[in-house]
């Protein structure tokens, strides 16, 4: 019998946000409690009120330094929800770029500096060992790709929205710049190594995750309800409809982003500042669901890209649907990756790409209410804004994309912790020599 | 500087000539610390008209005079208010009568912004004033003044006020 | 000899991290030069590590976001402690960063809106376990410590970095330079007279001539320049999020005092065009200004 123990893991490290882990542990060993204490925010609802609802998207940006893309796009199509004004075609396409130029570089980011590290250098390594500069150094090879796949989208992101860290060309009735012919020639000709580096990095990681089969197939396998936009039942992160997914695999919601109260609810837990968000008619805890790869790959019926098909049906084939496992979060990812990188080489070789018609002449600002959804790296984004007849924001409300995980994670450490510190399966666990010793 | 501002007198005893009524409410025994800006070729000038021509006015102005009210930077105006200031005045020449032309006018501008900007960030924005004041006007200035006095008086003390 | 390095993350976006790992191969160069001994944004330091390293025994420590709450102020302390130069990275950490905007409200009405007024919030309380206690408002780190270098931006961009980086590791003074975001636009400029503001949907802008003489308003004028005018670049008004130009004590009140230079027009239809002041005239230095110092000030006074 030991005491009763509370495991402590301060800060949570190789994420954006400030989070630590409390683990209390009985008298009996047994774990009595697993949190995930968010602790800090900013109020940027509250803080939104009384600006010009044009300026949003200037502000969003600035919720997130990995992912103001989507932050960018889903508060510029708020504005023009509210204000009833639809961009010009050429304008959708340049936005759809640039989100997809922010996915390919934000997913490679994730892939190599914030989860590679575990599984190269294995997850027994010294701490310090496990990070982006060690892969960089041990696998030249593997770290020039891996920059150079970032440096693409963010060069990208930078040629349509000014700078990538934080975008500024979206306004209210469509784009302020056009894409260039400069530009689009520029990245259209490397699109070819990128090509090549996403199927490098698909064969890296499907090695990668035949190495820790266990662990995938073992650990932290914990069953949610998932969330994702779709778009006629295909893979889409721009614009579509939101399904709702039960653990079971059938789908109980398809909703238009703007009905997204019959369906978000968001519970205040005591000891974390981002709130819990699960689907309404289920209620809470029962109802937590998750979002981000994973979740969308389970909520889709297809892809949108050939490629991208292709790894999503091996993927399904290897772990069924609906898939709870959490690691497979990580192979979800890299599908997404391709289908990025597809979707990137259709949007440059299109000729409207670079149309000077990118904005409207006339927008006129309006009283009323609009909600923007895209679909962030991390999860389902929305944000809704009320605008006075001035088209001043009177109110705002965000439901930001990594939110809709706080739950899941938190139910996942649950399991994980019982796991570890109850059935200690960590010891049992088949594991590969680490690629770089 | 302007002579004959006498002590301890309030606007009950002076002639009333524009139709602002001042608050009478006086708040214990808040004496009202107010910097008051002052124009060299008008103000400053009325200002010491008004002194010289012993017409009472409350003490509690301290006077700056600068050249022109459009040399007044809006960040003076806000770093007396940070200092503890209780009201700031800016007092200049009439539009059109601006010894540089139309410095005054860039005030007026620079004002209304300032003025809504305070009241946004939630500071009273009667603690400034701005008001203009011909080299003749020695009476329209202490009236100004006193106006002034007691509206500060009617607000409080400055709540960043150190004593 | 390597330089020992810290990085630490108040609450922020994690833009400036984002923008470190934006030097791609350019990293490369950097990395033999440090050894990175706390940067838990990429690698698995914790917060214990940093405590308890001996005083001083960091060269240069980066601190990025401002304190919003205590345990943000408790490791902005510790970065002062352990640091020998300690930089201020990013205008969160300069001037408060976009948070700042914040102090318009008090804290109470602020938590309010987030947790028991939110639209999709079904069973509101303000969490307390295991959580740190928000500070009254948020003030710009350098007014909490003293900083030894300021590198502002949002966030400073990659080249700004690896500028600072190279001057600190060789121990030369990092100084900003006196030039504003016009400095770098490439716009032709005429003299001012504006007749109209426009605001930034309105129209086509131009993208040969200066947008503040087309009437929208850019921020450039008052803002330094880092950026290497990349929003006027694109077609985009500045909206100053670098912070002021050098020596500049409070950046809205001095793009207040530009205009009514600037501006030909009666005040009150200057004051019509704009009815949110401090969202136009302020963003990422709000905390850093006067107002903001005489409300919390205020609110202070008000709590004993």
Redesign the interface.
């Given at each position: 019998m030991t005491g009763e123990k509370t495991v402590k893991?301060?800060?949570v490290?190789?994420l954006?946000?400030?989070g630590?882990i409390?683990i209390k542990l009985g008298k009996d060993g047994k774990v009595k409690d697993a949190?995930f204490?968010?602790?800090?925010?900013?109020?940027f609802?509250?803080?939104l009120e009384?600006?010009?609802a044009?300026?949003a998207p200037?502000?969003a940006p600035?919720?997130?330094?990995?992912c103001?893309e989507p932050h960018h796009l889903a508060s510029v199509k708020a504005v023009e929800e509210a204000w009833g004004v639809s961009p010009p075609p050429a304008a959708v396409k340049v936005r759809r770029l640039l989100i997809n130029a922010k996915q390919l570089s934000s997913h490679a980011?994730h892939f190599f500096?914030?989860a590679a590290p575990d599984f190269l250098v294995g997850p027994f390594a010294e701490?310090?060992k496990?990070?982006?500069?060690t892969i960089?150094?041990a696998l030249p090879d593997v770290g020039?790709m891996a920059?150079?796949m970032?440096?693409f989208g963010?060069e990208l992101a930078?040629a349509i929205?000014?700078?990538?860290?934080?975008p500024?060309?979206a306004?209210?009735?469509g784009m302020?710049?056009p894409f260039s012919e400069q530009n689009r020639d520029k990245f259209l000709k490397q699109i070819a190594d990128i090509k090549q580096w996403t199927t490098d990095t698909l064969t890296l990681a499907k090695k990668i995750f035949e190495d820790y089969w266990d662990v995938i197939t073992k650990l932290g396998v914990v069953q949610t309800y998932y969330i994702g936009t779709h778009n006629k039942g295909a893979h889409e992160i721009y614009d579509g409809s939101i399904r709702v997914m039960d653990p079971d695999g059938s789908v109980v919601a398809d909703i238009k982003p703007k009905d997204y109260?019959k369906c978000?609810?968001?519970?205040?837990?005591?000891?974390?500042?981002a709130?819990h968000?699960y689907y309404?008619p289920v209620g809470?805890p029962d109802g937590v669901w998750r979002a981000g790869t994973l979740a969308r790959i389970n909520i889709v019926d297809k892809m949108a890209t050939p490629l991208a098909q292709e790894a999503f049906e091996e993927m399904r084939n290897r772990l069924g649907h609906p898939i709870h496992a959490t690691f497979a979060y990580h192979w979800a990812r890299i599908v997404e990756l391709v289908q990025a990188m597809e979707e990137l080489e259709i949007l440059l070789k299109d000729p409207q790409i670079v149309s000077k018609d990118v904005?409207l002449?006339v927008?006129q600002?309006k009283k009323g209410d609009g909600v923007g959804c895209v679909e962030a790296p991390r999860g389902t984004l929305i944000h809704?804004y009320w605008t006075d007849e001035?088209?001043?924001i009177t109110k705002a409300?965000m439901?930001v994309a990594t939110n809709n995980n706080v739950g899941g994670i938190e139910k996942t450490l649950m399991e994980v912790a019982k796991q570890v510190f109850e059935q200690k399966t960590h010891q049992k666990l088949k594991l590969p020599k680490p690629m770089i010793g | 500087m302007p002579t004959g501002v006498s002590n301890g007198l309030t606007a009950a005893g002076q002639k009333s000539t524009s139709s602002q009524k001042p608050k009478t409410k006086v708040e214990g025994n808040f004496e009202p610390r107010i910097l008051a800006f002052c124009c060299n070729w008008c103000s400053y000038a009325g200002a010491d008209l008004a002194g010289t021509s012993r017409m009472q006015m409350p003490p509690n102005m301290r006077i700056i005079r600068v050249n022109c009210t459009g040399r007044i930077d809006p960040v003076f105006v806000l770093d007396a208010l940070n200092q503890g200031a209780d009201g700031v005045l800016i007092s200049g020449c009439h539009p059109g009568d601006c010894h540089y032309t139309s410095g005054n006018l860039k005030m007026k501008s620079r004002f209304v912004l300032l003025q809504k900007m305070l009241e946004e960030a939630g500071i009273e924005p009667e603690r400034v004033h701005l008001q203009w004041a011909s080299a003749a006007e020695g009476d329209v200035f202490t009236q100004g003044v006193t106006f002034m006095v007691e509206r500060i008086k009617a607000l409080g003390p400055n709540p960043v006020r150190k004593d | 000899m390597t330089k020992r390095i810290a990085l630490a993350q108040l609450t922020s976006c994690w833009g400036c991290d984002q923008s470190l790992v934006d030097l791609h191969l350019g990293l490369l160069t950097v990395l033999p030069e440090i050894e990175i001994v706390f940067w838990p944004a990429l690698v698995d330091f914790k917060l214990k590590d940093l405590e308890s390293m001996p005083n001083q025994s960091i060269h240069i420590g980066l601190v990025e976001g401002s304190c919003r709450t205590e345990e943000d102020v408790h490791l902005l302390n510790v970065m002062r402690e352990k640091s020998r130069t300690l930089v201020a990275w990013g205008v969160c950490s300069c001037y408060g960063g976009i948070q700042g905007l914040a102090n318009q409200w008090n804290l109470e009405e602020l938590v309010d809106r987030k947790f028991m007024k939110a639209d999709t919030v079904t069973d509101p309380r303000v969490p307390s376990e295991n959580v740190p206690v928000f500070t009254e408002t948020v003030q710009p780190n350098v007014d909490i410590v003293e900083f030894d270098a300021m590198l502002p931006g949002c966030p400073p961009t990659s080249n700004n970095l690896l500028d600072a980086l190279t001057a600190l590791i060789s121990g030369k003074p990092f100084d900003l330079p006196e030039k504003s975001v016009c400095d770098q636009c490439s716009k032709v400029k005429q003299d001012k007279h504006i007749k109209e503001f426009h605001r930034t949907h309105e129209g086509h802008i131009d993208p040969s001539k200066c947008l503040l003489d087309q009437g929208y308003l850019c921020l450039g004028f008052a803002t330094i320049g880092l950026c290497g005018a990349i929003c006027p670049n694109v077609n985009t008004p500045c909206k100053g999020c670098f912070g002021p130009v050098v020596r500049v004590r409070d950046h809205g009140a001095k793009i207040i005092s530009a205009l009514g230079a600037i501006s030909e027009m009666e005040p009150e239809k200057l004051k019509e065009s704009f009815p949110d002041p401090i969202g136009s005239f302020y963003f990422t230095d709000y905390a850093a200004s006067y107002l903001s110092r005489i409300r919390t000030e205020t609110r202070r006074k008000k709590k004993r």
């Amino acid at each position: 019998m030991t005491g009763e123990k509370t495991v402590k893991i301060s800060p949570v490290t190789r994420l954006e946000g400030h989070g630590d882990i409390t683990i209390k542990l009985g008298k009996d060993g047994k774990v009595k409690d697993a949190q995930f204490n968010i602790t800090s925010t900013r109020f940027f609802e509250k803080f939104l009120e009384g600006r010009f609802a044009e300026e949003a998207p200037r502000f969003a940006p600035r919720i997130c330094g990995i992912c103001p893309e989507p932050h960018h796009l889903a508060s510029v199509k708020a504005v023009e929800e509210a204000w009833g004004v639809s961009p010009p075609p050429a304008a959708v396409k340049v936005r759809r770029l640039l989100i997809n130029a922010k996915q390919l570089s934000s997913h490679a980011l994730h892939f190599f500096a914030l989860a590679a590290p575990d599984f190269l250098v294995g997850p027994f390594a010294e701490p310090v060992k496990r990070n982006l500069v060690t892969i960089v150094k041990a696998l030249p090879d593997v770290g020039k790709m891996a920059l150079q796949m970032m440096q693409f989208g963010q060069e990208l992101a930078a040629a349509i929205g000014g700078t990538a860290i934080h975008p500024v060309t979206a306004i209210p009735g469509g784009m302020l710049n056009p894409f260039s012919e400069q530009n689009r020639d520029k990245f259209l000709k490397q699109i070819a190594d990128i090509k090549q580096w996403t199927t490098d990095t698909l064969t890296l990681a499907k090695k990668i995750f035949e190495d820790y089969w266990d662990v995938i197939t073992k650990l932290g396998v914990v069953q949610t309800y998932y969330i994702g936009t779709h778009n006629k039942g295909a893979h889409e992160i721009y614009d579509g409809s939101i399904r709702v997914m039960d653990p079971d695999g059938s789908v109980v919601a398809d909703i238009k982003p703007k009905d997204y109260r019959k369906c978000f609810a968001e519970y205040v837990p005591e000891h974390s500042y981002a709130t819990h968000v699960y689907y309404k008619p289920v209620g809470y805890p029962d109802g937590v669901w998750r979002a981000g790869t994973l979740a969308r790959i389970n909520i889709v019926d297809k892809m949108a890209t050939p490629l991208a098909q292709e790894a999503f049906e091996e993927m399904r084939n290897r772990l069924g649907h609906p898939i709870h496992a959490t690691f497979a979060y990580h192979w979800a990812r890299i599908v997404e990756l391709v289908q990025a990188m597809e979707e990137l080489e259709i949007l440059l070789k299109d000729p409207q790409i670079v149309s000077k018609d990118v904005k409207l002449s006339v927008v006129q600002p309006k009283k009323g209410d609009g909600v923007g959804c895209v679909e962030a790296p991390r999860g389902t984004l929305i944000h809704h804004y009320w605008t006075d007849e001035q088209g001043i924001i009177t109110k705002a409300n965000m439901i930001v994309a990594t939110n809709n995980n706080v739950g899941g994670i938190e139910k996942t450490l649950m399991e994980v912790a019982k796991q570890v510190f109850e059935q200690k399966t960590h010891q049992k666990l088949k594991l590969p020599k680490p690629m770089i010793g | 500087m302007p002579t004959g501002v006498s002590n301890g007198l309030t606007a009950a005893g002076q002639k009333s000539t524009s139709s602002q009524k001042p608050k009478t409410k006086v708040e214990g025994n808040f004496e009202p610390r107010i910097l008051a800006f002052c124009c060299n070729w008008c103000s400053y000038a009325g200002a010491d008209l008004a002194g010289t021509s012993r017409m009472q006015m409350p003490p509690n102005m301290r006077i700056i005079r600068v050249n022109c009210t459009g040399r007044i930077d809006p960040v003076f105006v806000l770093d007396a208010l940070n200092q503890g200031a209780d009201g700031v005045l800016i007092s200049g020449c009439h539009p059109g009568d601006c010894h540089y032309t139309s410095g005054n006018l860039k005030m007026k501008s620079r004002f209304v912004l300032l003025q809504k900007m305070l009241e946004e960030a939630g500071i009273e924005p009667e603690r400034v004033h701005l008001q203009w004041a011909s080299a003749a006007e020695g009476d329209v200035f202490t009236q100004g003044v006193t106006f002034m006095v007691e509206r500060i008086k009617a607000l409080g003390p400055n709540p960043v006020r150190k004593d | 000899m390597t330089k020992r390095i810290a990085l630490a993350q108040l609450t922020s976006c994690w833009g400036c991290d984002q923008s470190l790992v934006d030097l791609h191969l350019g990293l490369l160069t950097v990395l033999p030069e440090i050894e990175i001994v706390f940067w838990p944004a990429l690698v698995d330091f914790k917060l214990k590590d940093l405590e308890s390293m001996p005083n001083q025994s960091i060269h240069i420590g980066l601190v990025e976001g401002s304190c919003r709450t205590e345990e943000d102020v408790h490791l902005l302390n510790v970065m002062r402690e352990k640091s020998r130069t300690l930089v201020a990275w990013g205008v969160c950490s300069c001037y408060g960063g976009i948070q700042g905007l914040a102090n318009q409200w008090n804290l109470e009405e602020l938590v309010d809106r987030k947790f028991m007024k939110a639209d999709t919030v079904t069973d509101p309380r303000v969490p307390s376990e295991n959580v740190p206690v928000f500070t009254e408002t948020v003030q710009p780190n350098v007014d909490i410590v003293e900083f030894d270098a300021m590198l502002p931006g949002c966030p400073p961009t990659s080249n700004n970095l690896l500028d600072a980086l190279t001057a600190l590791i060789s121990g030369k003074p990092f100084d900003l330079p006196e030039k504003s975001v016009c400095d770098q636009c490439s716009k032709v400029k005429q003299d001012k007279h504006i007749k109209e503001f426009h605001r930034t949907h309105e129209g086509h802008i131009d993208p040969s001539k200066c947008l503040l003489d087309q009437g929208y308003l850019c921020l450039g004028f008052a803002t330094i320049g880092l950026c290497g005018a990349i929003c006027p670049n694109v077609n985009t008004p500045c909206k100053g999020c670098f912070g002021p130009v050098v020596r500049v004590r409070d950046h809205g009140a001095k793009i207040i005092s530009a205009l009514g230079a600037i501006s030909e027009m009666e005040p009150e239809k200057l004051k019509e065009s704009f009815p949110d002041p401090i969202g136009s005239f302020y963003f990422t230095d709000y905390a850093a200004s006067y107002l903001s110092r005489i409300r919390t000030e205020t609110r202070r006074k008000k709590k004993r």
